[in-house]
């Protein structure tokens, strides 16, 4: 299997900063690398957090249903796969691929999730965002309702029927679990790591947003695709070791300040400084 590559999300200049950063793709591209990677088949991976608490990574809201079978079609026939029947569509349309799936629609005049299969948030569940509107989903978004809220709605409302765009964003979190509904779960574990165990403990977590309109129904489907890997895993890169340590730094600045405090990034500052000051000495 070839190992997944996707383009490192922290190597660019505004790396520090949050910005919608939406881009074009091609439709072959819609879903990222091979299915069924290092995390094993994901209809398995999924009906297995679906077991132990539906509600945490399932929900739907009522008269998402057509919206919801068109989504299904769609990402079927892409894949060029026949789905299951017996479950609520997009429930089934996320057991065909890595991504998790959620639905926007509007609603009362604004943009709302109306479904949502999340089998990889990142601190956050279903049953705390669907049925939020996109004001409500980026409330703890610093700067979120009076910067990129305006924007972010134009788009979704005049995005064109046959143009897919994705964005990227990058963390660093002290789990490489894909299943991280509970924020405080994997913080209060971050006190146990020493610098020593840095490289292997924290993660830098990747996530690759598309955006693709549903035309029958005029909805929207976004997919998010996790991406993470150790920070030791940079050792093996050295153009993404610096390019890291470069973002590193511009988060730790005065402009990264908003960036890093909603993503907890100071606290982890001496860890990841250490693993670099060590890795770069070696590189
Ligand atoms: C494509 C347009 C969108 C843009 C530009 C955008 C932007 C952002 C940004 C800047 C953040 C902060 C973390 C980061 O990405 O660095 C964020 C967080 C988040 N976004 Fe979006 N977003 C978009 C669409 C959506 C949609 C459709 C959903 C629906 C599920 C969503 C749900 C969330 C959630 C739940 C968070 C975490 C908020 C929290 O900390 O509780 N976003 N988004």
Not at 73 to 85: C, D, F, S, Y
Not at 264 to 280: K, N, T, Y
Request: aromatic residues 8%; hydrophobic residues 40%.
């Amino acid at each position: 299997m070839t190992t997944p590559d996707p383009p490192a999300a922290y190597a660019h200049r505004e790396a520090h900063l949050f910005r919608i950063g939406l881009a074009p793709i091609d439709h072959k591209d819609w879903f990222e690398g091979p299915y069924g990677s290092a995390d094993g088949d994901p209809a398995t991976r999924k009906a297995a957090i679906f077991a132990g608490d539906p509600d945490l990574c399932w929900g739907e809201t009522e008269g998402s249903r057509p919206a919801q079978g068109e989504a299904l079609t769609l990402v079927a026939e892409h894949l060029g796969v026949t789905p299951q029947a017996d479950l609520p569509p997009l429930h089934a349309a996320a057991l065909l691929v890595e991504d998790d799936l959620c639905l926007m629609e509007r609603r009362g005049g604004e943009w709302t999730l109306s479904a949502a299969s999340l089998c990889a948030p990142s601190f956050f569940s279903a049953k705390s965002v669907v049925g939020k509107s996109l004001a409500g989903l980026h409330g703890p978004v610093t700067g979120f309702g009076e910067r990129l809220l305006p924007r972010v709605d134009r788009i979704f409302t005049h995005l064109a029927d046959d143009q897919l765009v994705e964005r990227r964003n990058w963390s660093v979190v002290s789990s490489g679990e894909l299943f991280l509904p509970d924020e405080r779960a994997v913080r209060s574990r971050q006190s146990e790591i020493t610098p020593d165990m840095a490289g292997a403990r924290l993660f830098v977590r990747m996530e690759r947003q598309t955006l693709r309109r549903l035309p029958d129904t005029g909805a929207l489907l976004f997919t998010i695709r996790i991406w993470r890997h150790p920070l030791s895993a940079l050792r093996d890169r050295p153009e993404r070791l610096s390019a890291f340590a470069r973002a590193w730094d511009l988060v730790m600045t005065d402009d990264g300040e908003a960036f890093r405090n909603y993503k907890q990034l100071g606290p982890l500052d001496p860890l990841v400084r250490s693993f670099l000051a060590e890795a770069l000495a070696s590189a």
